[in-house]
C-alpha cells in the first residue's frame, strides 16, 4: 500500500521519574527524573517512523513554551509536525512516574492538548494520506473531539481507514463508556490493551471483550503487555502473537505507543495481520528499553 499516515492527536512534555522505592508520603524518595518530549499521538508517529514509514505527518495543538523545542525533535525524528500554537495555554504536561517493575502512573495537565480546533484542522492534510490515526485523548474534551470528528469524516469521505487508540482507562471511566463507543463505531481498527478492552465492554477476559469490540468496528488489536497481542474481527478471535523478548525493562511509558507505530508501518507497507503485530510487538519491547514514551534519536 503506497500513502503515508497521518496522525491526529498530541505532543506533551513527559517529565519521568523512576523510583527504585516505593513513594514515601511526606517526605523524600530518591528517583532518577528526565525530560522527554511525549504524547501518545506523538509517540505513535515516531515509532511509525522508527517502524519504516516514510511519510508520517502529525497535527497536534503545543503552548508557544515549547514549540520549537517540540517541532525540532518531531523534525529529527522524520515526522513532518503540523503544530498549531498556542498562546493562551502552556505545553500539555505529564509527570510519570515509573517504579522498579517499570509500570507507570501518570500524572496528566492537559494543557494546549485538548484545545485543538477545528481552524486547527484541513481536509488538505489528508492527501496523499493511506491511513488516519486518531489519539482518543482528543474525543474526553469538546474542542478537540469536534476537531477529531472532522478528521474522521473527510477520511471516511476519501475512504481512508481510520484507526483510533482509546489512549486512557482512567479518562475513558470518567468521561463515560458509551459516548467513546457511540463515537467510534464503524472505524476501522481499535487498539486498546487490556484494561481499556475490559472497561469498554465490561468483560474480564481480553480476548472475550476484543471479540464483542470487534462487532462494533472492523478489526480490533488488543495489547497484553508481557503476553503479546491478540486480534478479533466480526466477534471472534482471530490471531495471537507473542510479546518479543526484553532484556531489562526501565519503562513502559510508550510501550502502548510503539506497539500502535510498529503496527501501523507494517500494515501500511502491506504485511498481513500477524506479521504486523508481530512488528509491533517489537516495538513495543524496544520501548520498555527506553527512558520516555518516543524511540531514540538518530545518534543517541
Known amino acids: 500500500m503506497s500513502g503515508g499516515l497521518l496522525v491526529v492527536g498530541d505532543v506533551v512534555t513527559d517529565v519521568v521519574a523512576r523510583h527504585g522505592s516505593a513513594l514515601v508520603h511526606g517526605t523524600d524518595t530518591a528517583a532518577r527524573i528526565r525530560t522527554r518530549a511525549g504524547g501518545a499521538g506523538a509517540n505513535v508517529a515516531c515509532w511509525a517512523v522508527r517502524s519504516g514509514c516514510r511519510d508520517v505527518r502529525l497535527v497536534a495543538r503545543v503552548g508557544?513554551?515549547?514549540?520549537?523545542?517540540?517541532r525540532d525533535l518531531l523534525r529529527?525524528?522524520?515526522?513532518?509536525?503540523?503544530?498549531?500554537?498556542?498562546?493562551?495555554?502552556?505545553?500539555?504536561?505529564?509527570?510519570?512516574?515509573?517504579?522498579?517493575?517499570?509500570?507507570?502512573t501518570f500524572l496528566t495537565d492537559s494543557g494546549a492538548v485538548l484545545r485543538l480546533a477545528?481552524?486547527?484542522?484541513?481536509?488538505?492534510?489528508?492527501?496523499?494520506?493511506?491511513?488516519?490515526?486518531l489519539s482518543g485523548y482528543l474525543l474526553f474534551a469538546a474542542t478537540s473531539r469536534a476537531t477529531a470528528l472532522l478528521a474522521l469524516r473527510?477520511?471516511?469521505?476519501?475512504?481512508?481507514?481510520?484507526?483510533?487508540?482509546?489512549?486512557?482507562?482512567?479518562?475513558?471511566?470518567?468521561?463515560?463508556?458509551?459516548?467513546?463507543?457511540?463515537?467510534i463505531e464503524g472505524i476501522d481498527l481499535l487498539l486498546p490493551n487490556a484494561d481499556e478492552a475490559r472497561l469498554l465492554t465490561g468483560l474480564p477476559e481480553p480476548a472475550d471483550a476484543a471479540a464483542k469490540l470487534s462487532l462494533l468496528v472492523?478489526?480490533?488489536?488488543?495489547?497484553?503487555?508481557?503476553?503479546?497481542?491478540?486480534?478479533?474481527?466480526?466477534?471472534t478471535v482471530t490471531g495471537r502473537v507473542p510479546a518479543a523478548p526484553v532484556r531489562a525493562a526501565v519503562d513502559s511509558t510508550g510501550a502502548g505507543d510503539a506497539f500502535?507505530?510498529?503496527?501501523?508501518?507494517?500494515?501500511?507497507?502491506?504485511?498481513?495481520?500477524?506479521t504486523a503485530m508481530?512488528?509491533?510487538?517489537?516495538?513495543?519491547?524496544?520501548?520498555?528499553?527506553?527512558?520516555?514514551?518516543?524511540?531514540?534519536?538518530?545518534?543517541?
Open 64 to 70: 508557544a513554551d515549547s514549540v520549537d523545542w517540540h
Open 76 to 104: 529529527r525524528a522524520g515526522v513532518r509536525g503540523l503544530l498549531a500554537v498556542d498562546h493562551g495555554a502552556p505545553t500539555g504536561t505529564v509527570v510519570a512516574l515509573v517504579d522498579s517493575a517499570a509500570e507507570r
Open 118 to 133: 477545528p481552524d486547527d484542522w484541513s481536509p488538505s492534510m489528508l492527501d496523499g494520506i493511506a491511513r488516519l490515526h
Open 154 to 183: 473527510e477520511a471516511g469521505r476519501r475512504n481512508i481507514p481510520v484507526s483510533i487508540d482509546p489512549a486512557s482507562a482512567g479518562f475513558l471511566a470518567e468521561a463515560g463508556v458509551d459516548r467513546f463507543l457511540a463515537l
Open 218 to 235: 472492523r478489526q480490533v488489536v488488543v495489547t497484553l503487555g508481557e503476553e503479546g497481542a491478540l486480534l478479533a474481527t466480526a466477534g
Open 260 to 274: 500502535t507505530g510498529g503496527f501501523l508501518a507494517a500494515r501500511l507497507a502491506g504485511s498481513d495481520d500477524s
Open 278 to 300: 508481530a512488528a509491533g510487538c517489537r516495538s513495543g519491547a524496544e520501548a520498555v528499553m527506553t527512558v520516555g514514551g518516543r524511540p531514540p534519536l538518530p545518534g543517541e
